[in-house]
């Protein structure tokens, strides 16, 4: 692969948000490399392994259409040849504990032991990753900090539907009625970045949805500690319409909303 190489992590399922990571690597690389692969590490047996959406074809159209380079697109066998029993694996800090951890325990054990295969498999200069999964984005770069991985990360904020629904692979698990109860997240965090209390103004927003069974509201710094009592903090959400479990978050000012 010539020059500087950018890799986009993805499970596939591609759509705009995916898209914005691919042209940002592409202002950031030489050469690029979208990995496509649904890792069942990271699922916990509850969880919709099985009817993850698998676009495969119409994956690779996108990528072709925006002048990937490679895609790697590998079988569950070929990551994990040996099988998940006895897997050395990459064991997340405490900030793996809280907030997605804290629901979806091994959660993060699961990505950053994928991550950091597909970086061994792949040697990128350059990662490119949405800040929809703002949690996962922080732990990787905790993760490449502390193991000397040498791979620059780059945060790509979050695409949004006209009406503020936050892209993900998983809204086309929504019926319409859920689809309009998931609206109140987008409503949460405008009315948080609007308000001198944002938890408080997110929370109030998202109660107010009875068709959303809220898992976390929460503010904090943008590293992941404990939310300062002034200033740039993060709001992030996580909540559930019907069976779909949706997340999303928003840069938001403590005291001050300006
Ligand atoms: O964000 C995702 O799609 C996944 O968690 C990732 C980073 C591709 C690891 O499987």
Redesign the pocket.
């Known amino acids: 692969m010539p020059g500087r190489v950018a890799v986009v ?3 596939g399922a591609l759509h705009d948000g995916h898209r914005a990571n691919f042209r940002r690597a592409a202002e950031l690389a030489d050469s690029r490399v979208v ?1 496509i ?1 649904v ?1 069942p590490l ?1 699922f916990r047996p509850n969880e919709d392994l099985d009817k993850y959406p698998r676009t495969l074809d119409a994956d690779l159209a996108m990528c072709e259409a925006e002048g990937v380079d490679l895609v790697f697109a590998p079988s569950v066998g070929e990551m994990y040849p040996d099988g998940r029993e006895g897997l050395t694996t990459v064991h997340a800090g405490p900030d793996g504990e809280i907030l997605e951890g804290a629901s979806r325990p091994g959660f993060f054990t ?2 950053l032991t ?2 950091s295969k ?1 970086f061994h498999l792949t040697r990128p200069d350059v990662a490119c ?2 800040e929809k ?1 703002f949690q ?1 984005l922080a732990m ?1 770069r905790r993760m490449v900090r502390d193991l000397d991985m040498g791979v620059e990360i780059v945060g790509v904020p979050t695409v949004r539907e006209s009406d503020g629904l936050a892209l993900s692979s998983r809204n086309v698990y929504l019926s319409e009625a859920e689809r309009a109860a998931a609206l109140a997240i987008p409503r949460a965090v405008r009315a948080a970045q609007a308000s001198p209390d944002p938890l408080a103004a997110a929370r109030q927003t998202l109660e107010a949805e009875p068709g959303l069974d809220v898992d976390y509201v929460a503010v904090r710094a943008n590293d992941l500690a404990e939310a300062p009592d002034r200033g740039p903090a993060r709001l992030l959400i996580a909540a559930r319409a019907g069976t779909t479990r949706l997340i999303d978050n928003a840069a938001v000012r403590i005291g001050d909303p300006r």
Request: proline fraction near 6%.
């Open positions: 992590p993805t499970m990995t692969f890792n990271q699961g990505v994928v991550v597909l990753f949405g999964d996962q990787v």
